[in-house]
């Protein structure tokens, strides 16, 4: 069975600034996704990114990228200049045989 | 679309009642997912459909839960007895088969609170 964890149950960032949210999994399948979703206090789940697990290169959107280290099983995700509006939990999840997600971490961005 | 529509929003029952949560994924979808959030145990998956078969129950904590998918648009999760350990959000959420790079959308979840 895949898991995914999350270490830190909790961050903050001051606004502008950037950080950075980790994430590992473990799985015995070569062929699968990474995804890193968003969920403001309105409950509502938002992709934020997603990630090939054949591909090298890093995925970006905007203000949002990806570390990925296949062989270490490592997907962290980068917010760069923190907006206000990135406060919420940020969920990890694999999409291999199952669509499992970690136990989320918490972010304020601080103003 | 309106994408993954799922009722009641908020329901309230007293322990012992059964409860059913009602889903509607999005048209086309042929992958739904039945997930649990509390806060101790986070976003946990409970079962998942595939053309409406189920194809993987074993997160399903008890017998008392089961759900079923008698078509491609509907999916029930039904709690039979409840008891106030089931409090929780309950999210349910679809995607497209046929690749592992579809995102799966969420409902806006039910809270269930069992009193």
């Known amino acids: 069975a895949q898991t995914v964890t999350q270490s830190q149950p909790e961050m903050s960032v001051q606004e502008a600034e950037t950080v950075t949210l980790s994430c590992t999994y473990d799985?015995?399948?070569?062929?699968?996704?990474l995804f890193w979703y968003k969920q403001p206090p309105s409950r509502q789940m938002i992709l934020v990114i997603r990630?090939?697990?054949?591909?090298?290169q890093n995925a970006t959107e905007n203000r949002f990228s990806v570390n990925f280290q296949k062989a270490a099983k490592s997907f962290s995700l980068k917010i760069s200049d923190s907006q206000l509006g990135d406060t919420a939990m940020y969920f990890c999840?694999?999409?291999?045989?199952?669509?499992?997600f970690g136990p989320g971490t918490r972010l304020s961005v601080l103003p | 679309d309106a994408g993954v529509i799922q009722s009641p929003r908020h329901e309230v029952t007293e322990m012992g009642q059964e409860v059913t949560l009602r889903c509607k994924p999005i048209?086309?979808?042929?992958?739904l997912f039945w997930y649990r959030q509390t806060m101790m145990r986070g976003l946990e998956l409970l079962i998942y459909?595939?053309?409406?078969?189920?194809?993987?129950d074993s997160g399903m904590p008890e017998d008392r839960f089961s759900a079923k998918m008698p078509n491609a648009s509907f999916s029930t999760l039904k709690i039979q007895p409840s008891e106030p350990r089931d409090s929780a959000v309950y999210f349910c959420?679809?995607?497209?088969?046929?690749?592992?790079?579809?995102?799966?959308?969420f409902g806006q979840g039910t809270r269930l609170t069992v009193v």
């Open positions: 999840a694999f999409h291999g045989q199952n669509f499992v």
């Open positions: 990630q090939e697990a054949y591909k090298q």
């Open positions: 959420a679809s995607s497209l088969d046929g690749g592992l790079n579809t995102e799966a959308f």
């Open positions: 799985t015995s399948e070569n062929n699968y996704y």
């Open positions: 459909f595939n053309n409406n078969v189920p194809i993987d």
């Open positions: 048209s086309g979808h042929n992958s």
